[in-house]
């Protein structure tokens, strides 16, 4: 898939769901929190069939009431849960492999998250692939709201057109994204969102990772 991008010259990557394989602790995180509230659980299937972009939106579909819970509240909640239960995400199959192949033929690579920075930082260091990456921006709060403003800031600090540039993602977010910074995309399947979802963007979509130079 990527090796007929001929004119890609830099990759930004998505980390939850695309290269971190974290949905199982995403899930984990909202159970407690319905449970808390005795709302019903979900399984995986219907996590990935729900959960969008903004996420507030993705909280009043399962159930979510802020006119009793204070939205920044449960924001950090969220935070505290998904901190315990992510410690051991581990990165996606041939996530590892990939990025260095990608490194060893001389494409930059960069991050773009909507993870808190700082949180996102330390993932990336704690799974030794920090250095891989040109630049890694995320969110400066806990909220989870668009990424196409620091997309934006990006697309700057890389100074290409964004036609060179190649976002890949695992969510309708990330096509939106790429969309309005007038990036080429593509998806993969497997992350926070159910393929039949994310076969309705006109871009690509792939299986797992090891399917990127298919």
């Known amino acids: 898939m990527l090796m007929k991008a001929t004119q890609i010259r830099h990759i930004v990557w998505d980390w939850n769901g695309t290269l971190l394989d974290d949905a199982a602790a995403c899930l984990a995180a909202i159970n407690r929190m319905l449970a808390k509230r005795g709302l019903p659980t979900v399984t995986m299937s219907q996590y990935r069939d729900v959960f969008g972009f903004p996420v507030k939106h993705y909280y009043l579909t399962l159930g979510f009431d802020f006119t009793r819970d204070n939205w920044d509240d449960v924001a950090r909640e969220y935070h505290d849960f998904y901190a315990i239960t992510s410690v051991t995400s581990p990165l996606r199959a041939g996530a590892v492999e990939l990025l260095h192949r990608l490194r060893d033929r001389g494409m930059p690579m960069s991050i773009l998250s909507a993870s808190e920075l700082s ?78 979802r994310l076969a309705d963007c006109p871009c690509d979509v792939v299986s797992d990772l090891r399917a990127v130079f298919g």
């Open 119 to 196: 949180l996102l930082e330390q993932m990336l260091t704690a799974r030794g692939i920090r250095s891989l990456f040109e630049h890694v921006r995320g969110l400066s709060d806990l909220f989870a709201t668009s990424k196409t403003d620091i997309g934006r800031a990006l697309l700057a600090d890389i100074g290409l057109p964004a036609n060179q540039v190649l976002l890949i993602g695992d969510t309708l977010h990330d096509h939106e994204v790429a969309v309005e910074l007038g990036c080429e995309c593509l998806l993969v399947a497997g992350g926070h969102q159910a393929e039949h």
